[in-house]
Nanobody
Framework: QVQLLESGGGSVQAGGSLRLSCAAS???????MAWFRQAPGKEREGVAR????????YYADSVKGRFTISRDNAKRTVYLQMDSLKTEDTAMYYC??????????????????WGQGTQVTVSS
């Protein structure tokens, strides 16, 4: 069983930066970790994912070049550095993880474990 705890959300003006953290109780190594987000009235969408074994990453087009996902396996933590934030980035951000040994894409059905979410609000 893996428990995920997100932190780092908050309010920021457009153009600003935030860094989200996701601490995984069951460890991060050898699984896919990802960030998803959901704005009010919209479907949950994948933002970025990392396979913690190789470090291979993938980003949604909407955040490419602005967000960076990374991991520290020793600290059992995955990060999402968000720069050049836009008002449309406002959403609840969720950390997700697969079972160990799985390398998957950004489909939310592929992820087994989910955090409670952290709110990110970007104002103009």
């Amino acid at each position: 069983q893996v428990q995920l705890l997100e932190s780092g959300g908050g309010s920021v003006q457009a153009g600003g930066s935030l860094r989200l953290s996701c601490a995984a109780s069951g460890g991060t190594n050898g699984r896919t970790m990802a960030w998803f987000r959901q704005a009010p009235g919209k479907e949950r969408e994948g933002v970025a994912r990392i396979y913690t074994g190789s470090g291979n990453t993938y980003y949604a087009d909407s955040v490419k070049g602005r967000f960076t996902i990374s991991r520290d396996n020793a600290k059992r933590t995955v990060y999402l550095q968000m720069d050049s934030l836009k008002t449309e980035d406002t959403a609840m951000y969720y950390c997700a993880a697969t079972r160990a040994g799985q390398s998957v894409g950004l489909s939310f059905t592929a992820f087994t474990y989910w955090g409670q979410g952290t709110q990110v609000t970007v104002s103009s």
